[in-house]
């Protein structure tokens, strides 16, 4: 289980075969993948990077991303992946926390850097690649890759080697960085492999930053299997249908965000998509509208996972058990258990609600720098994301919503996602959020935030009883409010602190 040698099999088994295909057609052999993974990570060895020493990049998808993923992966050199969407304080932040000691950026990413903390500063110094362009304070990383020898580098690595370190978006406080393993990755590609029938015969597109540990990992997936994988970008629900009638694409992994857009695109049959024979879902439960227009436009070929960075992947559900449990996110795959605990840590029966806990062969190493978080978030071997959830009796697992999003309202729990996904089905609404405000009666109100569709009209009362006659009394929001967007961190995720914060402000108590 250690993730770089399937280059060195594959430039073996499918010498000639593309491994990579990016959007503007140019095309990477597993051969030639493999010289060049092998020449940059020998150049980063002689540049002082040994295995453990950390390398961040910071930069869009591309060929050379995968490059620097498997270099890294072939030297023992935890790889850590940076958003670019962020802020140059919490890139500077991951920089540091992280201890990296080279940079391979985008040269679009360079003025980032300004005002670096000095110590980070002068780690890096002297080891800033840039991916594209010339920069008088970086080198070109294709200049590095051709100062590399070919040969296998000669690392002893072991199963429990860190791959990479993952930051979390941090909704709850600073970012957390997990350490996961190749053990941990390796295993969450053979399970992938099985419950979604791929093998080396396949075509993978992901057009979600590979900063992201999904797309990332189902793109290496194509990779590892001897398939070939597309690079794009970016995503854009035009190319999508455009590169998947093109290179006869067989399976994507997108977001439900994704997935709208793309059902929403009228290619009216312009594009043959018929090559497609998996999709997949995560990131975020898919709404049952979303997913039914999924299923009309691309057929049964539909599946929903999920998991994490910490976790890799814990359920998955196929489009058949999609139209039979429209809010089910699947039972466990191979191998990896769960439990609903309540706040006792005691087993919730069956279709009760509590907390769910984990435990399996995916999990990470734990949180870099932080032990307490660590052991907070585990009880023995079985860890916690934070999600509410329950199991019905067949061993499906239903999110209901993240444990801190819960709403208390004269003594009933409710949790928001029950009441968004019934919001969402109101004509003129496009985005929705419920959090709890204060209120002298109830504890919390049940409160509706409102994203009207442009040019649509939505009225309150009407909102409302559209929701008394789908829920219960005690979870039909009181109060609607309206607002043009929805706040969201960098993987899409809707802030609810920060809608909840102007409505607590200056109470004793936030809940």
Known sequence: MILGRCLTRNARYFPDKPAIISADGRSL?????NDRVNRLANALAANGIAKGAKIAILARNSPEFLEVYFAAAKLGAPLVPINYQLKAPDIHYRLQHSDARALVVDSEFLPLLDGLPASTGTALRG???????????ARRLDELIDSGPAGEPEVSLSPEDTLYIGYTSGTTGPSKGALISHRAIVAGYLYKALDYGLGAQD???DPGPFWHSAPRDFATLAIYLGGTCVVTPGFDARQFHELVA???????FMVPTMYQLVTAFDDTGRHDVSSLRVLISGGSPLSSTVKDKVLARFGPILNEFYGATETRIITNITATELSERKRAVGRPIRDVEIRILDGAGCDVPAGGVGEVFVRGPGLFSGYYKDAERTRKSHRGEWFSLGDMGRL??????????????MIISGGENIFPSDIEEVLLGFPGVKEVAVIG????????????IVVPQEGGEVLPDALIDYCGSRLPGY???????????????PVGKVLRRELREPYWRGQ???I
Do not use: C
Request: charged share 30%.
């Open 29 to 33: 052999s597993h051969a030639a993948l």
């Open 127 to 137: 080891r800033i690649f840039v991916r594209d362009g010339n920069a008088d304070s």
């Open 203 to 205: 075509i993978n597109l």
């Open 246 to 252: 093109r290179y006869r694409v067989t399976n994507s």
């Open 392 to 405: 019905d009796g067949e061993g499906y697992l239903y999110l209901v919503d993240r444990k801190q999003d």
């Open 437 to 448: 405000t204060p209120d002298e009666t109830w504890g919390e109100l049940v409160t509706a």
């Open 475 to 489: 979870m039909k929001p009181r109060r609607v409010e309206f607002a043009k967007s929805l706040p969201r961190n």
């Open 508 to 510: 004793e108590a936030s």
